[in-house]
């Protein structure tokens, strides 16, 4: 079927279009690289520092540095990647991979009171960068208010993963009790943020989106039916993690009992299943809403599906773009909001089977009319 679409008025990118090209995900895959690094390393060097004779007094000239290193990612962001994107992240963070090589010799440094302070400078540059860099980068496409908050929240949960990297720092730590093993992870880290980054080009959304349509013929489905199909195995699965705990209680195990261990499988078979079906469910919603009417507010199936299932709040930002995109086709037609943004926002965190039927119904409701228009 032709690619073909209607452009975005204006010139301005939606949501989809962000993340339909690959500088988009560029950005959010070395953010993520620079915030589990940075986190990591920071979290286990006041140990390091101790190990190599320094004070808490010490220790504390590091975050002074990186506070002060704010100012200078602040700088980058706000003057230099508006025009040279790519340069204002790159040149930091080899800066900082050069410093951190040149230490590694030298282990007594990590307690030096002339060293910390630059070192902390560097590294607050870096992390503090990637945030401000990745709004201007945003704001230049002339998103919406929904577009340009879901772009940025999908972005934010860099942040929200490298709460991560502080276990696997502690782990690295005590392989040999020493900072190479971190400080090599960490090198890791920016040198994989810099390989990413290289092919992205000009990092600004500021030409003119790609026009993309992949329609699927519109159908109809029970909103109660997908939200029971969605709901029921993690309550499943709650249910039985609670029998397995009387089990164990009992000091019985779940392979001494085939019944229990029947109903385990049963249990697991069932979330596989609803998971597979959630997948099926997004790539068919998006497909099917760009057959009833093109939008360049709409991913493609397949895009839409992987970003539900492997970016952290997809799922939830996909939703509230799926009931904008709905109220709009309400409002060209002259009606109400076909779904409330406040409860869809509320039910997308809290119970998504729940935002799911919302949005089937409302979708429902827009093929039967558009139907009628066509007919």
Request: aromatic share 10%.
């Amino acid at each position: 079927m032709a690619n073909t679409s209607a452009p975005a008025s204006n010139g301005e990118w939606t949501l989809a279009d962000f993340l339909s090209t690959y500088r988009y995900w560029a950005v959010f895959l070395s953010s993520l690289l620079i915030a589990v690094g940075g986190h990591g390393l920071s979290t286990v060097f006041p140990v390091i520092a101790q190990m190599a004779g320094s004070s808490a007094q010490t220790i504390g000239i590091l975050y002074f540095g990186s506070t002060l290193g704010w100012v200078v990612g602040a700088f980058l962001a706000f003057i230099v990647a508006g025009r040279h994107g790519r340069s204002a992240l790159i040149s930091p963070i080899l800066v900082c991979a050069v410093v951190a090589v040149a230490v590694l010799p030298a282990p007594d440094l990590w307690g030096s009171p002339s060293f910390l302070p630059f070192f902390g400078l560097v590294l607050g540059a870096v992390r503090a960068v990637f945030p401000l860099a990745s709004a201007i980068f945003l704001v230049g496409g002339r998103p919406g208010k929904i577009d340009f908050g879901c772009a940025l929240t999908l972005m934010s949960t860099t942040i929200l993963i490298s709460a991560f990297a502080p276990v696997a720092a502690s782990w690295l730590y005590e392989l040999d009790l020493g900072a190479v093993p971190v400080v090599s992870a960490f090198l890791a880290c920016l040198v994989l943020a810099v390989i990413v980054l290289v092919p992205a080009g000009n990092l600004a959304f500021d030409d003119a989106p790609r026009p993309r349509h992949k329609p699927l013929a519109p159908r109809q489905r029970s909103p109660l039916l997908v939200a029971v199909i969605l709901i029921i195995p993690p309550i499943l699965l709650l249910l039985a993690a609670v029998g397995f705990r009387l089990f164990q209680a009992n000091d019985v195990g779940v392979g001494d009992s085939p019944i229990a261990l029947l109903v385990a499988l049963l249990v697991f078979a069932m979330a596989l299943a609803a998971f597979i079906y959630l997948a099926y469910w997004v790539y068919r919603i998006h497909g099917e809403l760009a057959g009833a009417a093109p939008s360049q507010r709409l991913l493609t199936p397949l895009a839409a599906m992987l970003i539900a299932i492997l970016v952290p709040l997809g799922l939830p930002v996909l939703l509230m773009t799926l009931g904008d995109l709905l109220n709009e086709r309400a409002r060209d037609r002259g009606e109400a909001n076909a779904v409330s943004i406040a409860w869809l926002g509320i039910w997308s965190f809290i119970l998504p089977p729940v935002a799911i039927a919302m949005i089937q119904n409302a979708a429902n409701d827009s093929y039967v009319i558009g139907a009628d228009k066509a007919s």
